[in-house]
């Protein structure tokens, strides 16, 4: 588990670099594969029990394209300032509108950061919705499943409806 111990935090400001291996990382599987090593960098800003993160990840992932489902490789360089606070800080009320401040803000348990959990949030907030190899992908025939953008297939793509069968009846006959 990838922490940051707190009770070493002796002075206002800190600085923090490290870097890991992808395979000291549990990545996300369906989502991503980490291909570069990690790198975490960030100055840590400290005000009595409550700390403010701010820095970066670098790596490089690969993802399936969402069309044709080949591999492609994705850099990234997110950016991040986040303030933790102590997990008994955080109020119980049950409906609560969130604010657009409380976007940065966490929580901390037993004067520990997850450094994992960050990791992870922001290199699946990095990854797009639908990641595509290229924009003029043309994905895979939806009849055979060939990739086409190497080569075209001899499928019919024209489906008709059976369902509109009747209709295409009365058409025909108009």
Same mark, same amino acid.
């Given at each position: 588990?990838?922490?940051?111990? *707190?009770?070493?935090? $002796?002075?206002?400001? /800190?600085?923090?670099?490290?870097?890991?291996?992808?395979?000291?990382? %549990?990545?996300?599987?369906? %989502?991503?594969?980490?291909? /570069?090593?990690?790198?975490?960098?960030?100055?840590?800003?400290?005000?009595?029990?409550?700390?403010? *993160?701010?820095?970066?990840?670098?790596?490089?992932?690969?993802?399936?394209?969402?069309? +044709?489902?080949?591999?492609?490789? *994705?850099?990234?360089?997110?950016?991040?300032?986040?303030?933790?606070?102590? $997990?008994?800080?955080?109020?119980?009320?049950?409906?609560?509108?969130?604010?657009?401040?409380?976007?940065?803000?966490?929580?901390?348990?037993?004067?520990?950061?997850?450094?994992?959990?960050?990791?992870?949030?922001?290199?699946?907030?990095?990854?797009?919705?639908?990641?595509?190899?290229?924009?003029?992908?043309?994905? *895979?025939?939806?009849?055979?499943?060939?990739?086409?953008?190497?080569?075209? +297939?001899? +499928?019919?793509?024209?489906?008709?409806?059976?369902?509109?069968? /009747?209709?295409?009846?009365?058409?025909?006959?108009?």
């Amino acid at each position: 588990m990838l922490v940051l111990n *707190l009770k070493r935090i $002796r002075t206002a400001q /800190e600085r923090f670099e490290q870097a890991y291996q992808p395979g000291e990382f %549990a990545a996300d599987p369906d %989502a991503y594969r980490i291909v /570069e090593p990690i790198r975490l960098a960030f100055d840590i800003f400290k005000d009595k029990d409550q700390f403010r *993160l701010a820095g970066s990840v670098k790596t490089t992932l690969e993802l399936a394209c969402s069309r +044709c489902l080949d591999t492609l490789t *994705l850099p990234v360089d997110a950016a991040f300032d986040l303030r933790y606070h102590p $997990r008994t800080a955080a109020g119980g009320e049950d409906d609560v509108e969130i604010e657009a401040d409380d976007l940065t803000d966490a929580f901390y348990e037993h004067d520990e950061i997850d450094l994992g959990q960050l990791i992870h949030e922001q290199l699946l907030l990095s990854v797009p919705m639908k990641p595509l190899c290229s924009g003029a992908c043309q994905g *895979l025939c939806p009849v055979c499943g060939t990739n086409l953008n190497s080569g075209a +297939c001899a +499928c019919k793509r024209d489906w008709d409806d059976p369902r509109l069968a /009747e209709l295409k009846k009365l058409r025909a006959k108009s």
